[in-house]
């Protein structure tokens, strides 16, 4: 398996509260992708990342900001987490080309 | 950007091959074809893609037609573990290296 690692695996938290999600990868690829997933509407494109300090937005980026200040790590933030935020959470990663691997993702509910 | 269109679900007997269409008859000249799938739960895998020849590896083969405004995914013996959604996207690489899902076709391989 491609070196790509999400944490927390589930989360469980409150609205109002900050969250941050983290992935990891070993690969040392330049691009790093955060997606959400939700029935009816697929995997949608959050924020990704081309480089280090390079963030860039994507369809559903509003509630949301990343950090990536080494290669390796990816952070995705949800400054004051609201229930539609509720969401399975992917991470992906690519050097050039395709989008060639994905996290297990992170489950994530907003009470 | 180029849409992708698939159909929203397909059964296929184990065994057969499986012939997954995908219309993006808004592709432009230099975008690629890519195709995914997702077993439930799991983060999304790479499966091939192609800018407008026939592309075969060990999993399935990708065929686009001459005109590149369709697709098709070949699975060549479908087994029980090839039940996913699958989604077909077409690179977007403008500013950066971004891809959108749509919502794929759920494929089912019927015993």
């Known amino acids: 398996d491609a070196g790509i690692t999400q944490s927390p695996r589930h989360k469980v938290t409150e609205t109002g509260t900050p969250v941050t999600l983290r992935c990891h990868q070993t690969e040392n690829h330049r691009y790093m992708y955060w997606y959400r997933q939700d029935p009816g509407h697929g995997l949608r494109l959050i924020h990704y990342?081309?480089?280090?300090?390079?963030?860039d937005k994507g369809e559903v980026s509003d509630g949301y900001s990343v950090s990536r200040s080494k290669t390796e790590d990816f952070l995705l933030t949800l400054e004051s987490a609201t229930s539609s935020q509720t969401s399975v959470y992917f991470c992906?990663?690519?050097?050039?080309?395709?989008?060639?691997?994905f996290g297990a993702g992170t489950r994530l509910s907003v009470l | 950007d180029a849409k992708t269109t698939q159909p929203p679900s397909m059964d296929c007997a184990e065994g057969r091959a499986a012939n997954l269409p995908c219309n993006h008859s808004t592709i432009s000249g230099n975008e690629y074809v890519y195709w995914y799938r997702q077993i439930h739960s799991q983060g999304p895998q790479y499966i091939i893609h192609?800018?407008?020849n026939n592309e075969t590896n060990e999993m399935a083969s990708l065929i686009i037609t001459e005109d590149r405004k369709s697709s098709t995914l070949i699975l060549p013996h479908a087994t029980l573990r090839d039940t996913a959604v699958y989604y077909c996207?077409?690179?977007?690489?403008?500013?950066?290296?971004?891809?959108?899902f749509g919502t794929g076709t759920s494929l089912t391989v019927i015993p």
């Open positions: 990342s081309y480089g280090v300090k390079d963030t």
């Open positions: 192609g800018l407008k």
């Open positions: 996207i077409v690179r977007v690489d403008n500013t950066g290296n971004q891809f959108y």
């Open positions: 992906a990663i690519s050097e050039s080309g395709g989008l060639r691997y």
